[in-house]
């Protein structure tokens, strides 16, 4: 069973640009999460999706945004970005059957994001 | 909306000692509580979770923690350090259908 993978491993981009992040979810899992880890710090909460759509949202700007297709892939696009964008980005998967039952997530190992 | 708070960003243990992670959570409803360990560069493992089963959970690597609802704690526990037991742990909380909220860290280093 493959587990969640990202891409890329790492990246650099200069500030005003854009940036696609992506994620393959674990066999199965439906919903995926995306998180902000800044140097030093815990994952912050972006977005959460669910068959193709966001269902959850975090304190973050419009310009980040996201796309699940339906092989429940991920994108999370980053438009203008800023200095303070530099981060690791984090994907997580996880089956959703019934909103009653929470069904653990597991995390990918990340994209390192450095913004000039 | 729920919260955690990690006490204390560094500990420092000597090998073979005990190792004490606090974390304090806020939640308005029954909680779910994580515990999970970051190493160098790699994304996030999971030590253990508590779901509303028994109160004293047991995870991987020797690591265990207990749910104490009258203290809203879930301090994270080993008996004996190890050298590879190094590495950046966090709490996290989460609710039925929401998303989980992590704490700052706390980055555990252990002294030969």
Redesign the interface.
Known sequence: ETGVTQSPTHLIKTRGQQVTLRCSSQSGHNTVSWYQQALGQGPQFIFQYYREEENGRGNFPPRFSGLQFPNYSSELNVNALELDDSALYLCASRPTTRRDIYNEQFFGPGTRLTVL | AQSVTQLGSHVSVSEGALVLLRCNYSSSVPP?LFW?VQYP??????LL?Y?SAATLVKGINGFEAEFKKSETSFHLTKPSAHMSDAAEY?C?V?T??????????TRLTVKP
């Open positions: 779910y999970y560069n790699q994304g996030l493992q999971l979770k779901t966090f996290a989460s039925k259908g929401n998303d989980m909220r992590f704490g700052a860290g």
